[in-house]
DNA sequence: GCTGAGGTCTCCCACGGCGGGAGAGTCAAT
DNA sequence: ATTGACTCTCCCGCCGTGGGAGACCTCAGC
């Protein structure tokens, strides 16, 4: 007969622990004093919370441990066999963060800090969108100028911001992209689609003149190298606030200026892995 | 000018989080509506959000977050060092974790599960105690009766159980310990000793007769292979409950059927990693 | 028998990073 | 004016454990 401290020592499961396993009724006491409510422990206890620490060593959470204290039927296995997937799954994530955390250390032993671009992975939504493809060398503030228009005529223009598709390598065009709300009909090249949706978008936002985009798309390459993710598919200009001057369709170098009040979000659409 | 329900669709930030940003001040609407409470968002505070929701993808603390983004200066490598040391930690911990359930599920192959030993590696203090030893043929029981007796002449005997150090390979004794409670002088052949502590002992207890223990110890060694464990020291067999026949002297026969009054624990030393 | 030290009891709070839900108020379109 | 979709605040839950308050118990020494 053990009081509970003793036990505790003994066993090094703390006092905390083992009122907290006879309160969820995982190890109870062999007796508990009805006038003191003290714990009186023996070892026959031993076996079973040696038990319960190994599975808690495991990973396993208080309530499948009395799952698994019960159960010694045939699809214990199967518990097992799900920690285990639960665990590689922790693994993988953890190790995806450490490679992230390791390249950007890295960047910015050879970057100033403000130049890191903060790359985020996530998942974009397909959307339905009216598009313009046009020459590399086409004024992209023409294109969304006649893009709008033909939208706003329509009174299908969503909420969302308008986009480019950059020119790829073995292509030269540049598609100019608006997010409408419903399908209307295509006119001369103005095409309709739904924009796919990309599970794995890494995105960057950038705050200036889009004379600074080239540099953060570099730097945002570089990033994909140091985390060994490889590009799928075209990489999306969205123009989260762009200056008037666009919709108006001045010409484009009114727009290189170092100006806070533009907001860019550069997304590269990354490979599965 | 969007609403947070807006913003979160856009930024893939959940509203409720949105909101928990707002009131840990990370990310703050750039207005208020002080009638109505209604929060108001710009693009202006994406690229912040962006960054926050960057370093919460790296595994950093809403609150080493907010450090974070108010310094830019030298020692932020020291913050991402110790992120990524942190990382390391996390995922050795639960790689091991990810060893002993494969481990385990493996042995449930080809292993009755009541026949599954339930092995915990915790740290085992050092103690004082009293030794006696023998050739591997004399009576355990016997060498106990002496040891007992004379620790419990000078008054000494701690409240811990008595344990055997089993015969190493290259050896062919066998000691018997007592824990004691302070230093008493030797006497005869018995000795008295500082148990050293052993920092990582893989603990198995097993309830019933003594002829179980040899399997036992068999499919704990089993088990060290599995884990890719070394042992490092003599094994010891810790008597938690043993019959009153040993203390009486009797022959050990008597100790060898199927009792489960009888508990005892294996401790297999490990070597560090 | 008294006192003091050290255990032990129960009950409540905290952690972190959210999610869920209740009950009330707001916004925009019909 | 009604409706339906949002939004507000406030509170609770998670999960396993530690910390602490205030009261009670045990045991040993005087």
Same mark, same amino acid.
């Given at each position: 007969m053990f009081r509970i401290g003793e036990f505790a020592r003994f066993t090094r499961v703390s006092v905390k622990m083992l009122r907290h396993y006879d309160e969820v009724g995982l190890c109870q006491p062999?007796?508990?004093?009805?006038?003191?409510g003290y714990r009186y422990y023996t070892v026959d206890q031993l076996p079973r919370l040696n038990r319960i620490v190994l599975l808690r060593d495991l990973g396993f959470g208080l309530d499948q441990i009395a799952d698994l204290l019960i159960r010694d039927d045939a699809d214990l296995d199967r518990v097992y066999a799900q920690r285990e997937a639960a665990l590689v799954d922790s693994v993988a994530r953890l190790q995806a963060q450490l490679r992230a955390v390791q390249a950007r250390r890295e960047m910015l032993r050879d970057t100033a800090p403000d130049d890191l671009p903060d790359v985020v992975v996530r998942p974009v939504d397909s959307m339905l969108v009216a598009t313009l493809t046009g020459g590399a060398d086409d004024d992209v503030a023409a294109l969304f100028y006649r893009l709008e228009s033909y939208v706003r005529d329509q009174h299908a223009r969503a909420g969302r911001p308008p986009l480019t598709l950059l020119p790829e390598p073995d292509d030269e065009t540049v598609t100019a992209i608006v997010p409408i709300t419903w399908l209307v009909p295509p006119a001369d090249d103005i095409e309709i689609k739904l924009l796919a949706a990309v599970p794995r978008m890494a995105c960057a936002v950038y705050q200036g003149g889009y004379a600074g985009l080239p540099g953060l798309l570099q730097r945002m390459l570089h990033w994909l190298d140091r985390t060994g993710e490889r590009p799928a598919g075209p990489i999306r200009e969205v123009y989260l606030r762009f200056g008037a001057e666009a919709e108006l369709g001045?010409?484009?170098?009114?727009?290189? =200026? =170092?100006?806070?009040d533009l907001v860019t979000e550069l997304q590269v659409p990354l490979a599965d892995r």
């Open positions: 062999a007796q508990v004093d009805p006038a003191t001045l010409p484009s170098t009114f727009l290189t =200026g =170092g100006r806070d």
